[in-house]
């Protein structure tokens, strides 16, 4: 149990930090000689997060189930749909690839310092003013495409996603909104996939449970923090630790 509720504590933290949860889960127990956890408790981890992000955007998600002809919900609906093809695509297409890469601490850690680097360059990017009901379709691909990169361990998907809005003039905060709406079906997604190869194994333990409450928990406590260090520092201090964190853990693991 304690175990859970450290994997979900970790998985809470580094879903919505731009530092990779993916990374953190492979190289955590690389560099402490552990096993990575098991297909439970990443499937049931998953569900903890996705609860953070429909907790914390209620309000643009209830607006999109109750009024979904509006024109700001078609917007983002569009900016949804678009933005979820290429990594579907990507993700369904190389699932065996990326599960060998998943094995190579060594090159998750080298994927890291990239997340680091693209976040240094998106710090220097002038902070736009664009809200994501301004969103056209060019968006939904960018943005779209960025998150198919963060299939890799150890690349960011909200790091990712968030300097693609960003480089399409969104601000801060927008952007992070922009990047978590997107999540919502992306992080559904790799739940049910898990999920799916664990009733075929029949391998749940109520254990993970407390794991996906500490997820849910850490993970909107994280949202909130995110939102507010945007607004005063940017992504630099995410990029400096990716850096760091990359370049320590290729030496250790």
């Known amino acids: 149990m304690l175990i859970s509720a450290l994997w979900g504590l970790v998985q809470g933290l580094t879903e919505f930090l731009p530092i990779s949860s993916s990374g953190h889960l492979v190289l955590i127990p690389a560099i402490f000689g552990k096993e990575q956890p098991d297909l439970a408790t990443t499937a049931v981890l998953h569900l903890g997060t996705l609860a953070a992000i429909l907790w914390y ?31 579907t695509v990507i993700g369904l297409g190389l699932k065996g690839p990326i599960d060998v890469i998943f094995s190579e601490a060594w090159i998750v850690a080298v994927s890291l310092l990239v997340t680091g680097l693209v976040l240094a360059a998106a710090s220097l990017v002038p902070v736009g003013t664009r809200v994501v009901e301004d969103g056209r379709w060019l968006d ?3 943005v779209g495409i960025a998150q198919a990169f963060a299939l890799l361990p150890g690349i960011s998907r909200s790091g990712m996603t968030m300097t693609a809005a960003l480089a399409q003039g969104f601000d801060r905060a927008q952007s992070a909104r922009f990047a978590f709406l997107l999540g919502v079906p992306a992080i559904a997604g790799a739940g049910l996939l898990e999920g799916t190869d664990l009733i075929q194994q029949g391998d749940f333990r ?18 909130s923090m995110l939102v507010r260090l945007l607004a005063r ?21």
């Open 57 to 87: 955007y209620r309000r643009d998600i209830i607006g999109l189930i109750v009024r979904p002809g509006s024109p700001e919900s078609r917007t983002i609906w569009k900016l949804l749909i678009i933005g979820t093809i290429p990594a």
């Open 140 to 142: 939904g691909v960018v």
């Open 206 to 223: 109520p254990s993970t449970l407390v794991g996906m409450l500490v997820a849910g928990n850490v993970g909107y406590l994280a949202i």
């Open 233 to 253: 520092h940017g992504l630099l201090p995410f990029a400096i630790y990716c850096i760091v964190a990359g370049a320590a853990a290729y030496f250790l693991v």
